[in-house]
């Protein structure tokens, strides 16, 4: 191929991009969505990697199997997010981006690191994480399995799916704060812990008939010797968090009785 007709062809498909996102349908919008790695990303320190995309733009769909097989080769490494800004804009709005798809590179601590604009292949996405100084070859991350905990706890899950809303993953971090705030002391021996469970995988699946979860739930269940017994679902989290003390003084008063015995 002639070096003209690349560079032709090259300016026709980021032109393409440029005006697709410009003449981006004007519809009611949806609830803001994260994938699962984004989930992660919430409770796990890793670099991370958010493309912002459409799925029905050009460059992005040729981004689509890269992320992917990114996401497979570094897990536990690297956390890999794709926000689609045409069917979630709320989602993107934080990013302010001009032009899809843009890759954000983010250090662990959740810094900005770098930007790119365009199309860009998998060798050069690790060539930026290497030049950046973020190592993506150490020992992955692996987080403690469900019920792997010491003996007389209180756990504190969290259910939710595959595909989160953005009240969903609020209410998981207003609670887990403030069970943390308030219950620094049990948190710190490890007497009250927080954990994320998608009930959608399906090893997972059986928590829906175990606590009868009418959605994404808070669940507060007593552990012992590495079984879980005693439960209390939590039913008031999504009527309750809009109001932030309230919200607050409900999760506070509901641990405070379950670590004290109190079930009712």
Known sequence: MKKTTRIVIVTAVVAMAVLA???????????????????????????????????????????APILEGLKKEYAG????????????????????????????????DGKELFRHIGFFGKEEILGKWKELGVDLNGKPFAPAPVGMATNNQVVAYYFHGTVRCETCLKIE?????????????????????????NYELPENTHFLKDYKLPCPSMVLVRRQSGSDGQWKLLGETWQLVEDPGKFNQYVETEVDKFLRGKLE
């Open 77 to 108: 490494r690297m956390n890999v997010e794709f926000i689609d800004v045409w069917v979630n804009p709320d989602a993107g709005k934080p990013y302010n981006i001009e032009v899809i798809p843009t890759q954000i590179f983010f250090d662990a």
């Open 21 to 63: 996102f410009i003449a981006k349908p004007n519809k009611k919008t949806t609830p803001a969505v994260v994938n699962e790695s984004a989930a992660i990303a919430m409770t796990a320190k890793l670099p991370r990697l958010v493309d912002l995309g459409a799925g029905k733009c050009i460059p992005c769909k040729l981004m």
């Open 173 to 197: 971090r207003q609670a887990r704060e403030a069970i943390e705030r308030r219950f620094s002391r049990e948190w710190n021996a490890k007497r009250i812990v927080f954990e994320l469970v």
